[in-house]
Structures are given as C-alpha cells and as structure tokens.
C-alpha cells in the first residue's frame, strides 16, 4: 500500500488522534463521525461513541449516513431517548468530548451551521441548522472542530453564531454560564489551531507535513496568530491509512 496521502486524510487522522481511549464522545455527522469511528478502530477500542439519535456505545461497522441511521442503534449498548440525551447526559457535563464541524469558524472557535449570506430570513444560503451543536459546544467537557480550512470557512466575522467558542474572548464562557471548556482544537487540513490561554484567541500551533505558516495564513479571514515555531504533525501510518481508506470505502 502507497504511504502517499491527502491534506483530507491528514486532517481525519490527526482529529482522530485527539480523541483518548475511554472517553465519551458526542460526535456529529461527516468527518467528526469520521475521525471517531477511525479512533476506535486504531488507539482508542474503548472510546464511547454517542449520538445525537440516543445511541450510547455505538460500534458502527460502516460510517453511518445520518444520526438516524439504523446500524448505530444496532450496534449500541444502549438506546435512549432523544430528551434523556441532552437532559441527563450532556447539560450536566457527563460527556467528555463534543466533536464538531461547521460552515463557518471564527477566531473564537464559534461556529456557523445556520445560514450564509443576508440575514436569517433572507438568506444566499440555508444550512442544516443548529441541532444539537449549541448544546454540545455548552455542555461537553471540552470540544474538538474540524474542518477545512479556507477563508470562506475561517471568517472574521461570522454571519450567524449558532454554536458559542469563546464569544468575543476570555471571560465570555463563565459570564454566559457555560458548563464546558469550549474548544482545545480545531484541527484543519493545514494545521492545528489551539486558543491563546490570555485571550482565547485560535493560534495556529502546529502544522500539517509540507504546509507552511503562510499557506494557512492566507486561507483565514483574520491575521491569524501563530507560535514561534509551530510543530510538524507526525505523518498517517501506514495502519491508519488503510482503516480510514476501508472506512470511507463503506460509503463510496
């Protein structure tokens, strides 16, 4: 098998990395679901999968299409309600990573997944919405986002906030009463970007094999902050390589 790889299967497994054995994580549709299934199949077997739908322990033997797909409540230890999920597993913080994606991104790690464009009533563009990610960006320990990375995606200023990061820096979490820490990473084809412990501002702290500062400054809205010397991220193995490639063959 070639060791040759893509910016997207970089970013897949280095987001499945994050993720440590025995955690319990609230994992969105497409590369969040992912990178967990990627997870559990490589370094963490013991990683509790859990889906919005009320699935809790889900072992999906193929990326699931939707939430609502029947093979993670066929493979779930358990399955509960939709309203016993957020009532008693995430909004008193049981859960210990929430694991996301989004339209858009900004330099407090708030994410767009609502609209583009105009206003909310008149939109250019009607995403999926909220579902649950305002919940989990509150509630979860700490969050994870992924996501390419572009300058249509990582903005100044977002064009509707569904999912609150860090507001508009440190301090806006606690004065909104949020349970969790929000988020550590946003991992992204290009790189990692981390928040400034001072300011909560997403600092750009590690990089992608071959992608370069300026590269990832130019795909973000914003004068993008960077360590003085970022770290190189360690290249996919060969084994993760061939478990993301079976995986995603599943849904090709």
């Known amino acids: 098998m070639t060791t040759e790889f893509t910016a997207d299967e970089m970013m897949t497994v280095g987001a499945a990395r994050s993720l440590r054995d025995g ?3 609230f994992v969105g549709i497409g590369l969040p679901s992912t990178a ?12 509790v999968l859990i889906y919005e739908s009320g699935t809790l322990g889900a072992k999906p033997d193929r990326l699931p299409l ?13 399955v509960i309600s939709v309203p016993e ?20 991104v900004d330099r407090f790690g708030n994410i767009n997944t609502t609209v583009i464009g105009g206003d909310y009533a008149d939109p250019k563009v009607r995403l999926p919405g909220a579902g649950g990610a305002p919940e989990i960006a509150a509630s979860c320990r700490e969050v994870l986002i992924v996501m390419r990375m572009s300058p249509r995606s990582f903005v100044d200023r ?8 860090y507001g508009t820096g440190k301090g806006d979490r606690e004065a909104l009463g949020l ?11 290009l790189g990692v970007l981390e928040p400034d412990p001072d300011t909560c501002e997403l600092t750009l702290t590690q990089l992608s094999p071959g992608a370069t500062v300026e590269q990832a400054r130019a795909a973000v809205g914003w004068p993008l ?3 003085d010397v970022p770290t190189e991220l360690a290249p996919p193995t060969e ?3 061939a478990v993301l490639r079976e995986l995603k063959a599943t849904i090709e």
């Open 23 to 25: 955690a319990a994580c």
């Open 36 to 47: 967990a299934n990627l997870a559990r199949r490589t370094h963490a077997p013991d990683l």
């Open 66 to 78: 939707s939430i609502g797909d029947g093979v993670l409540a066929d493979t779930a230890d358990s």
């Open 85 to 104: 999920i957020f009532n008693y597993w995430l909004q008193p913080g049981r859960i210990d990573i929430g694991f996301l994606g989004g339209a858009q």
């Open 158 to 165: 977002l064009d509707f906030v569904t999912s609150v990061g």
């Open 179 to 189: 349970r969790g820490r929000g988020p550590v990473k946003v991992i992204t084809d």
């Open 225 to 227: 902050k960077a360590v």
């Open 239 to 241: 084994t993760e390589l």
